[in-house]
């Protein structure tokens, strides 16, 4: 077996297991307010001195069907929603049953109790938005591309016009995903970004030396968050890079076979 350690979550978040006949480990926070989590690469750590070796995988590229099923069972929920990605900004609200064939877009809203939306990644920004009140949720699939398109931004107005809560009601949480330190990217995406109206020098960084710049997507969907109008406290981060840690499947580390990290978020009860 392949030596493995989980990495320690930053404050405010804990590794929690879901399930029991197949067991599930994902991050969590222990402030958000709704049902959640974000998966890696390994379903769970078995019992005793062996903890840090691989289990088993999660996320192969061709085994989405299989995770859905696993991450329903896991959740106890009655379906999981998902969607084919394609890097835009196009949200669907889920107001039924599960489709045969998931719909294309990259954000997913619904307030049907017991009811999951899931968004896929591997260095991609994942969010994922709940209302206490309602219990209505979503969850943003948010790359290069669907940051500059502000999916992000569209996924928090669709959520709350559902749920009929300001956006200041809203709470954020924002999974591992690829961080500064490591998205290097060419000047014509930093131009594209310019060129959108985005307020690109405050999330771009320049290396001393001669190189190609970074984006923090991070805090560029951040930014978002607030244009959109949820309060800072209101928007919490995992703060875990996918392309550092080799808990998670990171594109920029493994390639085009690389498989996908799951961020799920469960609809509850609104209150009374």
């Known amino acids: 077996m392949t030596p493995f350690r989980f990495p320690d979550p930053p404050d405010g978040f804990r590794w929690r297991t879901f399930g029991s006949g197949e067991p599930l480990e994902a991050l969590t ?39 859905l099923g696993l991450l329903e069972r896991a959740a106890g929920v009655q379906a999981v929603h998902a969607l084919r990605q394609v890097h835009g900004n196009d949200v669907h609200v889920v107001r039924g049953a599960r489709p045969a064939d998931p719909p294309c877009g990259d954000a997913l809203v619904t307030r049907i109790p017991r009811t999951a939306v899931a968004i896929k990644a591997a260095d991609c920004v994942p969010v994922l938005l709940a209302d206490p009140v309602s219990g209505a949720v979503g969850g943003a699939h948010a790359g290069w591309r669907g940051t500059l398109v502000r999916v992000v931004e569209a996924a928090a107005g669709a959520l709350a016009a559902e749920a009929g809560a300001p956006p200041s009601r809203l709470r954020a949480v924002i999974g591992p995903a690829i961080r500064a330190c490591c998205f290097e990217v060419g000047p014509e995406v930093v131009s594209a970004f310019r060129e959108r109206g985005h307020d690109v020098e405050r999330f771009t960084l320049r290396p001393r030396a001669a190189g190609r710049p970074h984006l923090d997507l991070v805090l560029a969907n951040r930014l978002q968050l607030l244009a959109a109008g949820l309060p800072e406290p209101a928007i919490e981060d995992t703060a875990l890079c996918t392309r550092c840690q080799p808990a998670f499947h990171s594109y920029r580390r493994e390639g085009p076979g690389v498989g996908r990290n799951w961020s799920v978020v469960v609809a509850g009860e609104p209150i009374a």
């Open 29 to 67: 926070s222990t402030r958000f307010p709704a049902l959640h989590g974000f998966t890696c690469r390994i379903r769970n750590r078995p019992p005793g001195p062996h903890r840090e070796h691989w289990a088993s995988h999660l996320g192969s590229r061709d085994g989405s069907a299989a995770d």
